[in-house]
Structure formats: structure tokens, C-alpha cells
């Protein structure tokens, strides 16, 4: 069995800390200019129906550091953005490639994708999770915080694929998780099922509130991504008038506990989801965060393809 990274509930406990721990193995490494060519000569196919910046340029420079090489896909160099289908996309890269790394819009077909490929798939971004950031993220909070269990995360804003990869991330790890959305836009019930079915085992707690106060008090970090994410871009208006009093400002993170970090995956709307002085201000981590992105993603390539 080809083992993927569809979502954060293909990991298991441990398994998230495995890749932590390795994550932080492999940043020293860098730091210390040491070689760590753990994928040479392995090629990643990346697959981009949707902008990035961290992610496309996190695992491309993640697998050179591997020793190994990316190839970026773009839906207008691929056969699949004029017809060809995902299974059959699936089944060619899977003849070339050691890994394949997509962003598509639909959940469903990653799993497609991933149903027909014999070589790792891993999720870089789908319309309803985000793991690698939450990857990422875990490594940023367990760098700044020393641990993870116990620590609260209040989610303000829409109940999104990075708020869904944080709730089943967080529950897997022994995090509280406290998220505040505007009536409407609260997370998918089958994410908060599984999330609950996590703190059952990990001794988490999850609340779904839409009083952003109450998700911040006495939070430890406080998280926001935009209201208006990729591919819901006629909504825009709608939205913005949806979200008013969802802005994470320094009023609100006074709510949060004195040493409180502010995180977002970006890219930032910054007088929309987050006051500048927030997130260019002193408790702002949303630049580790970025570049934990490369490290975390080493680690899931080497997880993934050793
Ligand atoms: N956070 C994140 O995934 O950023 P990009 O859209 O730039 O990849
Ligand atoms: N929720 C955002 C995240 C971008 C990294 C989006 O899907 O556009």
C-alpha cells in the first residue's frame, strides 16, 4: 500500500510527531550548512490548479535540498487542463515520479488522484484541508511555546481547509482548539466528527462558538486566514459584510494570554482578517510559520519516500 497525505487524519499520533521531530533534525542540519541529501535523485511532480507562493516554492527548494528535483505542473502545461483525466494524469506521473504534490480545488479529486497513483500523493491544498500547513504551524507553536498538549488555539474566521487541517491537527496532538465563525461558515460537521473522535483518544477540547472573545480568552495562539479564500471569489462581497467583527485587532488579542502568538497561513489581507499592527506587531510568528513550511515538508518527503 502507496502511503499519502491526503489529510492530517492520515497521520497518526505519533506519526506527526515523528515528522516534527525530523523536521527540527533537518532545520539544524541546514542551519549548520550540512549536507542531508536523503532524496537523491528523486524527482517530485507538483500539480497546480490554484496561485501559490510558500507552497510551490517551499517543496521545490525543499527537494533540492534533498538532493533530489521538483517539476512544477501547471493547469495550462498539464493534458489535464484540456480533458485528460485525473486517473489517467495518476497513472503517467506515476511511470516518471517518485511523489506527487497537488493543489487542486475539489477534495475529491485528490483522492481520485490519489486512488490511481502508485507513488505517494500529498495534499497542497484542497478546498478542504491544508496539512502541510498545519505541518508546519505544529513545528512553529512547538518552537515558540516548547510544547503542544495542553495549549489552546482559537480559530477566528471562516471555518476553511486551513481551520479543518488545524482542528484534526490539533486534536491528533493533544491541543485545545476553540474557533470562532460567522453563523454559516463553521466548519464541515464530518471534519468535526472526526476532530471529536481525536479528542476522545488525544484528551483535547473543541468548541465551535461564533463570539470571537469568547474562542480568544485565555488563548494561547490566536490564528486567522482570510475571509475570501481561492476559488470563492464572487462571494467577496457577501462575505465582507458576513465577517464584520471577525478582524483580529489588538483589542481582541488582549483577550489571549500575555504571551499569546499570532499566526496566519498567508497570504494576509491586512485591514480585513488582521489589523496591521497585529500582524506586523511583536507577537506576529507569521514568518517562522512560512519557513517552517520547507522544513516540515522535508520531513513529510523523507516520511513519505524512505
Ligand atoms: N500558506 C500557503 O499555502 O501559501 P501559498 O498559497 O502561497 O502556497
Ligand atoms: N484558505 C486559503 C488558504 C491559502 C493558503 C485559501 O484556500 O485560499
Keep these: 500500500m502507496v502511503k499519502h ?11 506527526v510527531e515523528a515528522i516534527l521531530d525530523k523536521a527540527a533534525e533537518l532545520k539544524q542540519k541546514l542551519r549548520k550548512g550540512e549536507p542531508h541529501e536523503l532524496l537523491h535523485g528523486k524527482t517530485l511532480g507538483m500539480i497546480f490548479a490554484k496561485p501559490s507562493t510558500r507552497t510551490r516554492v517551499s517543496f521545490e527548494t525543499a527537494m533540492t535540498q534533498l538532493g533530489g528535483h521538483a517539476i512544477y505542473l501547471g493547469m495550462g502545461d498539464l493534458q489535464l487542463g484540456r480533458g485528460e483525466t485525473i486517473a489517467d494524469t495518476a497513472r503517467t506521473l506515476s511511470r516518471y515520479v517518485d511523489a506527487i504534490m497537488a493543489r487542486l480545488f475539489g477534495h475529491e479529486d485528490i483522492v481520485e488522484l490519489a486512488r490511481h497513483s502508485n507513488v505517494p500523493v500529498i495534499n497542497g491544498l484542497t478546498n478542504t484541508h491544508h496539512p502541510c500547513q498545519t505541518l508546519g504551524d505544529l513545528l512553529t507553536i512547538l518552537e515558540h511555546k516548547g510544547k503542544l498538549r495542553g495549549l489552546k488555539l482559537a480559530w477566528v474566521g471562516d471555518g476553511n481547509n486551513v481551520c479543518n487541517s488545524l482542528l484534526l491537527g490539533c486534536t491528533l496532538v493533544g491541543m485545545n482548539i476553540s474557533a470562532a465563525c460567522p453563523r454559516g461558515y463553521e466548519p464541515p460537521a ?59 485587532d489588538s483589542k481582541l488579542l488582549a483577550r489571549a494570554k500575555k ?16 489589523s496591521p499592527e497585529v500582524i506586523d506587531g511583536p507577537r506576529s510568528v507569521v514568518w517562522d510559520q512560512a519557513e517552517n513550511r520547507l522544513h516540515a515538508q522535508k520531513a513529510v518527503l523523507v516520511f513519505l519516500l524512505t
Design 5 to 15: 497525505l491526503l489529510s492530517m487524519q492520515d497521520l497518526s499520533p505519533k506519526e
Design 190 to 248: 464530518e471534519i468535526l466528527t472526526q476532530a471529536q473522535k481525536n479528542a476522545k483518544k488525544s484528551g483535547s477540547k473543541i468548541e465551535i462558538t461564533n463570539d470571537p472573545n469568547k474562542a480568544v480568552a485565555g488563548a494561547d495562539v490566536v490564528y486567522t486566514d482570510v475571509f475570501v479564500s481561492m476559488g470563492q471569489e464572487a462571494e467577496r462581497e457577501k462575505r465582507m459584510r458576513d465577517f464584520k467583527g471577525f478582524q483580529v
Design 259 to 274: 504571551d499569546a502568538i499570532f499566526m496566519h497561513c498567508l497570504p494576509a489581507h491586512r485591514s480585513e482578517e488582521v
